[in-house]
């Protein structure tokens, strides 16, 4: 009984319903596991494995997730009896643990090496079979800090195929209890699981529906739920005396083709209801594609409902939306939380923390509501949508003939009307596969008209030889932004949307946008319109869409290493500043990661991995980045070495150019690969990858043997000395980038400086015919971005005996 003495006295029995102190034999070859998420002074979910007749257990503060970045707090705590594995209910104030436990999920755990060991030596490598938590994790314990009595071990997750990407995905998706399917509030108030009644009610009939304002971000402070934006079909269910109705936003009755969710909303437990809510097919918030092709095929539908608007024979649109939620969720008591009807789940903490993460999981953005609102059958500023990737319908206007055989058209062109004018808004030319030709041909052919629907009086030459239609039918459609000219970009089709008249097709009335905040990547961009540079005019939210377009190829030079921010909070007319170490009131994607000084301390220096770290970095006036030699998870390896060539003034591009090319020749006596980046400023960096071999100190040593046996060959050429004295006339070929914590302008970075130019790789014969250092703009990096990268090509080779060997050898040449 000694394991359990201490959950024994922390516990009056004959006050609390968890179950008494008892050690119990293995009940059988799986030992099991639990999580209870437990809502005491401080919400958080306790995590218990079963080893040696207890459950070890630990509190996890922010609750589980399934993002291998993540790691998750877990403090540990008493180990509590197998019988715990079972408690569902509310302790009782005053106790210890007071407040609501529910049973979050449950199954059983796969050691991956012997558990007690683990558990002693602080790491713990499983297997987990639950409902919710699966794959493989670990519990790693922390080092204590001086004076630390609790125990602290972070539970983090394998990379497997149970991973996901958003952290806090796996606890916003189940908010139900395991096995009762039971909220917080209804274990709290000890509501059973309710037994369906007949709907003998009067059946409510349509309503006009409430609309959300499109926002480029979603509102801030107190006062807001928050809920994913799903990508399907508006749905309102009517219960009562005859049978379920369900109605399409526009009140056609589609009873019969969404008859796969009849029966499932038919034993939702009430007399009468009016139910609002979306039908979506496909995984997370639904695809419309997916949708489309199951009402085809007949695949599974799943409804999610969001609001009820009357409910007993009581009309509940007068009412706010947290009496309108509270008498939602009395419905869904008691219903299967994964079946085919469901509660769509509030995704906690503010909008932006909201948005991010629903980005993050790959959402299409949320819809944010005023808890104290009414229901209103209209748009409405009650309810703001953010969304992660921009789509919206559009009519159908006509269509462009295709050259290509088994292509019934090239493209759609589509319009909206605004202030009662159909306006053109471009063509859509991607998103359709066969069965999309086949279906929408025919349509096209019975809407063909001879003259343009259209009441532009001057249309594009991409019009030219279109084929025409009446304005009848409405596509989805994904696209990149508006052009200058009101015309979408980049147009991807992904359905017909039936539920919606063409005449209801705006591009403005859903939106009232500020244009000093826009979005870029999942990112509020505050202040967009302020210019940071006059010269070339870029704007802040420019250089955000600027490190959104070239997200993908600078981290795949930047990622996961330790970077240094040159922050322009003004402009780069007004003061800069350097920032390495993290900060308070980082944007998400800014990461931090703890390195040892050389003092032997410990600061937290920052890093970004994703296009969201790029872009919020800018958000906070970011300009240049500039990175460490080594990744994060090899940082006493570097696995790039880089000699930057600065000219003194006077000096051509010419000069540059010739000891750029004499350090290649150099290195490849050596062994070594190199290619040229033009630095946006005066010089060049000749940047050599390297094998993770060899530690910071003989990368340092060899770079500076190199350059000063350079430097001594020709020394009316160049120096290898920082010495301003001298360098006059000469080109410093700068060794020091290639010390520990030094840094060095990343690839695709831009640069703080007039005109904006672009730290840009090329390739030898590129940098032969070029004129600077700083003729490459962020205009120029689309073309670019679509040709290998220069630096990718070049192979990484390791500083070892053979190549220090080689060294000596051109040195002495």
């Not at 399934?66 to 509590?80: C, G, I, Q």
């Not at 030079?557 to 780069?572: E, Y």
């Not at 990343?746 to 070029?770: C, I, Q």
Request: net charge negative.
């Amino acid at each position: 009984m000694s394991a359990l003495r201490e959950y024994e006295r922390k516990r009056d029995f004959d006050v609390t319903p968890e179950p008494r102190a008892e050690l119990v034999e293995a009940g059988g070859e799986r030992a099991s596991f639990v999580v209870q998420k437990h809502d005491a002074t401080r919400l958080h979910f306790d995590f218990r494995l079963e080893l040696d007749g207890v459950l070890l257990s630990w509190a996890v503060t922010k609750g589980p997730s399934a993002d291998p970045s993540e790691k998750r707090l877990a403090v540990r705590t008493e180990d509590h009896p197998i019988a715990y594995g079972a408690f569902e209910g509310t302790i009782p104030e005053g106790e210890y643990g007071a407040g609501t436990v529910m049973l979050w999920d449950n199954g059983w755990w796969e050691p991956l090496h012997d558990p007690a060991k683990g558990v002693k030596e602080g790491k713990l490598h499983f297997r987990l079979h639950g409902a919710r938590m699966k794959g493989g994790w670990a519990l790693v314990r922390m080092k204590p800090r001086k004076g630390e009595k609790r125990e602290n071990w972070l539970l983090i997750k394998e990379r497997d195929d149970e991973a996901g990407r958003s952290a806090d995905a796996l606890i916003n998706k189940y908010r139900t209890s395991v096995t009762t399917g039971r909220a917080m509030r209804a274990i709290r108030s000890d509501k059973p699981v309710a037994e369906p009644v007949k709907h003998d009610g009067k059946r409510p009939g349509f309503r006009k529906v409430q609309l959300a304002t499109l926002r480029d971000a979603p509102p801030e402070g107190e006062g807001w739920q928050h809920e994913a934006k799903f990508d399907g079909y508006r749905c309102l269910v009517a219960l009562g005396k005859g049978g379920p109705r369900l109605f399409t936003r526009n009140g056609k009755d589609w009873t019969d083709r969404f008859g796969a969710l009849v029966d499932p909303v038919d034993a939702l437990n009430c007399k009468s209801a009016l139910i609002d809510g979306e039908v979506i097919a496909g995984g997370g918030g639904g695809d419309f594609s997916a949708l489309q092709a199951a009402l085809k095929s007949g695949d599974p539908l799943m409804y999610y409902a969001f609001d009820c608007l009357a409910l007993d024979g009581k009309d509940l649109t007068g009412k706010p939306l947290s009496d309108r939620r509270a008498a939602l969720e009395s419905l869904f008591e008691g219903q299967p939380p994964r079946g085919a009807v469901r509660l769509s789940p509030v995704i906690e903490g503010d909008g932006a923390a909201a948005l991010d993460a629903m980005c993050r999981a790959g959402g299409e953005g949320i819809v944010s509501k005023r808890l104290d609102a009414p229901y209103k059958g209209q748009r409405s500023r009650g309810w703001i949508k953010a969304k992660c990737i921009t789509r919206a319908e559009f009519v159908v206007v006509g269509w462009s003939p295709s050259d290509k055989r088994g292509r019934a058209f090239s493209s759609l062109l589509v319009g909206s009307y605004e202030a009662g004018r159909l306006v053109y808004r471009g063509r859509v030319g991607t998103g359709f596969d066969g069965d999309d030709f086949d279906d929408l041909k025919p349509q096209l052919d019975r809407l063909a008209r001879k003259t343009t629907p259209l009441d532009d009086d001057d249309l594009p030459g991409e019009t030219k030889g279109a084929k025409w239609v009446t304005p009848k039918l409405v596509a989805e459609v994904e696209y990149a932004e508006f052009t200058a000219e009101g015309r979408i970009r980049h147009g991807v089709y992904h359905g017909l949307r039936e539920d919606k008249e063409a005449s209801d097709v705006s591009a403005k009335a859903e939106a009232s946008k500020d244009e000093a905040e826009v979005e870029v990547a999942g990112v509020r961009i505050s202040s967009a319109d302020r210019v940071i540079d006059d010269d070339s005019g870029m704007t802040k939210a420019d250089v955000a869409r600027y490190y959104g377009q070239v997200a993908e190829r600078l981290l795949s030079h930047a990622a996961d290493r330790p970077v240094s921010l040159l922050r322009f909070p003004d402009g780069i007319g007004g003061d800069g500043f350097f920032q390495k170490h993290a900060g308070k009131g980082f944007p998400d994607g800014v990461k931090s990661m703890p390195i040892e000084e050389k003092d032997g301390g410990t600061e937290e220096y920052i890093y970004v991995s994703s296009a969201d770290g790029l872009v919020g970095a800018s958000q906070m006036g970011t300009v240049e980045f500039h990175i460490w030699g080594a990744a994060r998870d090899r940082i006493e390896r570097p696995d790039r070495m880089v000699f930057d060539l600065d000219p003194d003034e006077g000096l051509d591009f010419d000069d540059v150019v010739a000891a750029a090319q004499e350090i290649r020749e150099g290195l490849e006596a050596c062994g070594l690969d190199c290619a040229p980046m033009v630095t946006g400023g005066k010089g060049v960096h000749v940047i050599v990858p390297l094998r993770c071999v060899a530690g910071w100190d003989t990368v340092k040593t060899f770079a500076r043997t190199f350059a000063t046996v350079l430097a001594e060959r020709h020394p009316d050429r160049y120096t290898a000395t920082m010495s301003k004295a001298k360098r006059k006339g000469r080109v410093f070929i700068d060794w020091l980038r290639n010390e520990r914590g030094a840094t060095a302008i990343a690839p695709y970075s831009l640069r703080g400086r007039a005109g904006m130019a672009v730290a840009t790789p090329v390739s030898w014969d590129e940098l032969g015919k070029l004129k600077s250092a700083n003729g490459f703009y962020a205009d120029d990096m689309a073309d670019r971005l679509e040709a290998d990268c220069p630096l990718d090509v070049v192979e990484a080779r390791g500083i070892g005996t053979t190549v220090v060997e080689a060294l000596e050898d051109w040195a002495s040449g």
